[in-house]
């Protein structure tokens, strides 16, 4: 019932026919990822997360992680698993060669990482963490700090966190108390105490590395005073074996509604004084920049948790289309025949191909936005290159929040679809419901998602990018509208930009003397823009389907056509009715707390 | 942080102003209701609600129900409550005083009914399995019967259950296996399995009498073969006492997603052995009529559905609120001012409104709902009880289908609001968006209701009683935009009902050659309607809120009106793009299997 089949055909259509990967695989860097090395791994990762991983995951949400004398006890088999996993040499699929990555391009990592949150997402969450720590050293470590501690965690030898919230500093991280202390060699000492802490604390590896944001004694106030510090569950020798356990304890775990193989951890840095006063530490990059690191890792961050979406979307979807297909129940509204499955409904039917048409709207929309990554970084055409990374600064909130929320409905559906089954957890279906509630929250929640694309990415720079993108998306209306087949999804996505544009203007003659009103209405706006740029990327996914018939089989593509031209007449279509809320958003400046009830 | 307080005057407000229950109260057979007895009622179940039911909510939720020796054991201080809950004549408060019952309007009973929902839903659906088995009981029985078992089940002195679902009948009850067999004193024995049976076993009442849907021997096949018994736990002897114990067993409990406090059973009857074979049980009316039975319960049964949707909304709204008030993160866009709550930011404002917004909307619907209930029984105008009736019937999947899927909604962003701290169970939010999601699914998922209002509500009677709801609707909206301050919302109420004039159009003029199409679109005409009558009801409430100022606070009135045109400008306005997404639902008659991927 739980099965999981990696969507393999799904994936090499859109990299190869709609992300441009032959492309990006010809530029500087990138020549590795050769048509048959590609094959290759994507053929290798889906074997490893429907049978290795998959399987796991209903273990995981039974077994829960627990806290027995400062050790954290993760879920039967999650070690053994990481093991093979960071020995298949996945951890660093991604990430440089020089400290022991494999250096593939982003759209070729994406899939992979699609497969794995699919096949079991709080695993997953782990080598994830070594990816984002990975690369803040990179970034902004010393030569030192980068020789004893990068290529451990690109391999995947130790594990990694990210140590930011505390109780008073959610997302707002200018609260953040935690101290440290400068010692005469160089190093510091780390005071206070962090929550939510993703494998804070574990036997999976033998060691743990930190990231833990902090402030110096004479740091100013705000984000401006925060400083990023590498913080190792146990010292390292200059031989590089290990050596004394650092001041870091796990002292409690979060009993939460998904993701339960995940241990969510509070830690404490420092308090318990066997270092002598605070935990050990070593600052990552200059004092004061912790933030900023922070942040130039984020766009990488929130992609993750979007392609998050995706794969748990992809699960539930799987589960339900199984369940639709062997269920049977009822009688067929226009035939009266009995004995039919579920899926002959045409309500199972219409909620199945929104769920698929979602998907394939989200994946086709990361896919591209991965090769954008790439060709960002590595392509020799400065004009390609800049716009591809203005594209990824526009669109990764968008990537972020709306593939996660659009993720909540994939898998509200799943459950639906097994009417009374789903509501029990013995199905599983339960679980990707559970599990999804936290990706539309961490990394940002979806309202802080929208203020960043309405405030930084949007009204900053007066919408010059998103008009950029419009005039594409634009020309591709005029491909689809220009081919008889695809006419309806061009004219659609026309009057679907109409309203994005009316939108846009809207923000953008009263971004400054309205910003409240502007605000209530960014969470509108983020769902608008990713409609739309998921109607477009159906819509080039149908054109794409038209010049690929030598290589894929006519049904399929047919399929694609036919889920394109769903999702803009029955989703899409909802673009104007967000238009219309954005502007009338300035009703959400209510001035009398009566609004909210009398009570 | 989980403390409800009953909103009692939202609910005077609508139940006086919007509701007509001062017309209601003079109706024959209604006059009890008077203004203070409704006070007391009303001020007395907010108490029992907030003081006793609403602190064992998150009892039931962590404790969870067990099944030992075939005792089912329930949360701690469900017993005690129950007792309280049935000596307070909650129990039959809307039922018939022939039998105990306290024979107030449903308009009266239904604001009761939602406070107990809100304050523990797995608590309340014990009795309020005891009003559903009790009009079944009053409509169909034997008077034998109902001198035996109606007044212990109006009471509450007794349990009931209703026995419909079986492993391969769940939404398809044409497909019901199990039998009765008649004897010759005239009462029957019955053999099969049931599953999904809430309150089937538990030793909260001394006994518990099983509704139970079954077939003859010689019964016709399919759903008009259907009978309905009653098959008590302990047979009752002719002095009224209790005797052998029946051959009824829970075999089994299910592990659920929500709702932990109410023990879901798998029950078997008859396969025991120790009645010599079958369960002891009575037909309850005639042969073969026990699917009538059912479907003339069936409105009200949904209709405490569509009421359980506003109690978990309204409790989720009141501790999101809470939260947003007392908790402090990041700054003021607009003025740059730190240490504000968090109510204060935009997006949140927009959450907790539109939550606000969608309670009020639901529950205008179904408190005028419950009046038409009244209207239609109780009132001498046979004009008027006529078309109360043609309303009830109509709007009941729409008060079911639309009020539960909008709860799911408002359960949502009550997690959103909360941020990481809406993720951990401690917070408490998380229960109310998992015990929500049944709602969606129990008494008919949402396909069911919607394929019963396009199907037996709209396209059987080709439109009549929604054509005569549009004009009532349409009067409503040119009297708001006689009025300055409420023109806003009447002119976007008729926007909207043009939007389900052409749905309805639609609909009509393809019902018969086109069914599949007109069907794949009834989930998003129900949500539809659904909005359209909340954008009227909450237009009504701005209208009212205009004739009450001697009687409520001026903010409270003014927080009416602005809830209202929130609603109309920034939810109802999906209303054409529904339309639109109907009209084009013939996609989801796609034919090729190919468009669910390759997989």
């Given at each position: 019932m739980t099965d999981y089949n990696a969507p393999l055909t799904d994936i090499r259509f859109l990299l190869n026919e709609v992300a441009g990967l032959p492309d990006i695989a010809r530029l500087p860097g990138c020549e590795e990822a050769t048509p048959d090395l590609v094959d290759a791994v994507l053929d290798e990762a889906g074997k490893f997360a429907a049978g290795v991983l998959a399987p796991l995951n209903a273990v995981g949400d039974r077994e829960s992680c627990r806290l027995e004398d400062g050790k954290v006890i993760t879920p039967q088999g999650w070690t053994e698993a990481y093991k093979a996993f960071a020995q298949g040499g996945?951890?660093?699929?991604?990430?440089?060669?020089?400290?022991?990555?494999?250096?593939?391009p982003k759209c070729v990592a994406t899939p992979v990482w699609e497969m794995w949150f699919s096949a079991n997402t709080a695993f997953t969450m782990l080598p994830q963490l070594n990816t984002g720590e990975s690369e803040a050293i990179l970034l902004a470590a010393s030569d030192e700090l980068k020789a004893t501690y990068l290529e451990k965690l690109v391999t995947g030898e130790w594990g990694g966190t990210m140590n930011l919230t505390e109780p008073q500093a959610?997302?707002?991280?200018?609260a953040i108390r935690t101290r440290a202390e400068p010692q005469a060699d160089g190093s510091y000492r780390i005071t206070g105490q962090k929550i939510?802490?993703?494998?804070?604390?574990?036997?999976?590896?033998?060691n743990i590395v930190h990231l833990v944001l902090a402030r110096l004694p004479d740091a100013p106030p705000g984000v401006k005073g925060i400083s990023m510090f590498l913080v190792p569950k146990y010292l390292v020798n200059a031989d590089g074996s290990l050596g004394a356990k650092n001041d870091v304890r796990c002292v409690g775990l979060e009993h939460k509604l998904?993701?339960?193989?995940s241990p969510t951890c509070a830690m404490s840095f420092g308090e318990n004084g066997q270092m002598g006063g605070g935990a050990a530490g070593w600052i990552v990059?200059?004092?004061?920049r912790g933030l900023e690191y922070m942040f130039i890792m984020m766009n990488e961050a929130r992609f993750g948790v979007g392609v998050q979406g995706i794969g748990i979307g992809e699960r539930a979807y799987q589960q339900a289309l199984a369940f639709a297909r062997e269920r049977v129940q009822g009688r067929d509204a226009v035939t009266g025949a009995v004995g039919q499955p579920i899926i002959q409904h045409p309500d199972i039917k219409r909620m199945l191909l929104t769920m698929r048409a979602r998907i394939m709207a989200m994946r086709a929309l990361a896919f591209t936005a991965a090769g954008w990554f790439d060709i960002a970084r590595h392509s020799p055409d400065k004009a390609a290159a800049d716009k591809a990374r203005r594209y990824v600064d526009l669109l990764m909130p968008v990537v972020k929040g709306w593939c996660t929320e659009t993720c909540q409905q994939v898998c509200y559906d799943a459950i639906q679809i097994h009417g009374g089954m789903g509501f029990v957890e013995e199905t599983g279906i339960a679980q990707h419901y559970r599990d999804a509630r936290i990706i539309t929250i961490y990394e940002g929640t979806t309202g802080i998602q929208a203020n960043d694309l309405v405030g930084r990415k949007v009204l900053r720079e007066n919408g010059a990018t998103l008009r950029e993108l419009i005039a594409d998306m634009r020309a591709d209306a005029g491909r689809l509208i220009a081919d008889a087949t695809l006419r309806d999804i061009g004219t659609r996505l026309n009057v679907h930009l109409d309203a994005l544009e009316r939108a846009l203007e809207w923000m953008l003659s009263n971004g400054r003397e309205r910003l409240g009103a502007v605000l209530a209405g960014a969470v509108p706006f983020l769902h608008l823009l990713g409609l739309v740029c998921g109607h477009w990327q159906l819509g080039r996914v149908a054109m794409a389907s038209h010049a690929a018939t030598a290589r894929y089989a006519a049904d399929y593509l047919r399929g694609l056509r036919e889920v394109a031209g769903f999702f803009a007449a029955t989703l899409a279509v909802q673009a104007p009715a967000l238009a219309t809320a954005i502007a009338a958003a300035?009703?959400?400046?209510?001035?009398?707390?009566a609004a909210f009830g009398a009570g």
């Open positions: 996945w951890v660093g699929l991604g990430l440089t060669p020089e400290y022991g990555g494999q250096g593939l959610g997302s707002d991280l200018a939510f802490i993703s494998y804070g604390e574990h036997e999976i590896t033998p998904g993701i339960h193989g990059g200059e004092p004061n300035d009703a959400a400046a209510i001035s009398s707390d």
